[in-house]
């Protein structure tokens, strides 16, 4: 039976990773977790990037849906040059800078490649090696999310609006997906799942359950972008119940496939 991959990142995060895992003899099964979906918000409302020192986008679709926003309802092409930007890691770094209307000279905070964790805690750090901190500071994210970074933030004297340009929600799963689940379960086949974000897992976790494949999803292997994603899958496995097989990696396309291939 062939290596099984299923990835649970949002809709069109999922195919560069896929192509060289079916290269490599994958078998894969695109199956988002989350829907995200862009948020309204009137005119008057958006918060305008150049009314701050700067700008963090917490996730590559904080930075994407941010920038339509200003494109649709402001009328915003182009990124103020005194404004900088940063992210949790250097995969939302570049996405941002590949998309249309921002700045090739801006300034891009972000932690480095080898960084031991790509999330707000290395950010901070990041930030705070720079000095003084930011007066204003414009959060992008999504409806819900960790608050940690800003609290940091208004503790050091920052002051932070906090601006949602998302929501994420269950994605359905379709029935023919369903079925292949089940078909492996009773073939006792044991894919390795990528798991991203805390409510991702929740998601899936919530799927599971109502699929009736607990048993056999707490035998699979996981493969996760943040420790505290595998304590939480050790520590739902409870009791005596073994321990689930975790890998733990960068969420970035090469160390996600780098942790695939070894698995």
Request: glycine content about 6%; aromatic content about 6%.
């Amino acid at each position: 039976m062939p290596r099984i991959a299923i990835l649970t990142r949002p809709d069109g995060r999922n195919d560069a990773l896929a192509r060289p895992l079916r290269t490599a003899g994958w078998q894969v099964l695109n199956l988002p977790a989350l829907d995200i979906q862009p948020l309204f918000v009137p005119a008057e409302q958006l918060p305008l990037p150049q009314d701050y020192d700067l700008v963090i986008f917490v996730s590559g679709n904080a930075a994407r849906l941010y920038m339509a926003q200003l494109h649709d309802v402001a009328g915003q092409a182009t990124w103020p040059a005194t404004t900088a930007a940063a992210t949790v890691g250097p995969a939302s770094a570049r996405a941002l800078r590949e998309l249309p209307g921002f700045g090739a000279d801006t300034t891009v905070l972000c932690p480095p490649p080898e960084a031991a964790t790509h999330d707000s805690e290395a950010l901070w750090a990041v930030l705070r090696t720079r000095g003084a901190l930011p007066a204003r500071v414009l959060l992008v994210r999504g409806t819900q999310g960790r608050d940690w970074l800003a609290d940091q933030l208004t503790a050091a004297g920052t002051q932070v609006v906090r601006h949602a340009a998302y929501r994420r929600q269950p994605a359905p799963w379709p029935a023919a997906a369903v079925r292949q689940l089940h078909e492996w379960a009773r073939q006792d086949a044991r894919p390795a799942w990528l798991l991203t974000s805390g409510e991702g897992l929740a998601a899936v976790q919530a799927q599971v359950r109502q699929q009736g494949l607990q048993a056999w999803w707490r035998g699979c292997r996981y493969i996760v972008t943040h420790p505290a994603l595998a304590r939480r899958l050790q520590h739902d496995a409870g009791g005596n119940a073994p321990a689930p097989m975790v890998q733990i990696c960068l969420p970035a396309d090469e160390a996600i496939l780098a942790a695939f291939v070894a698995a």
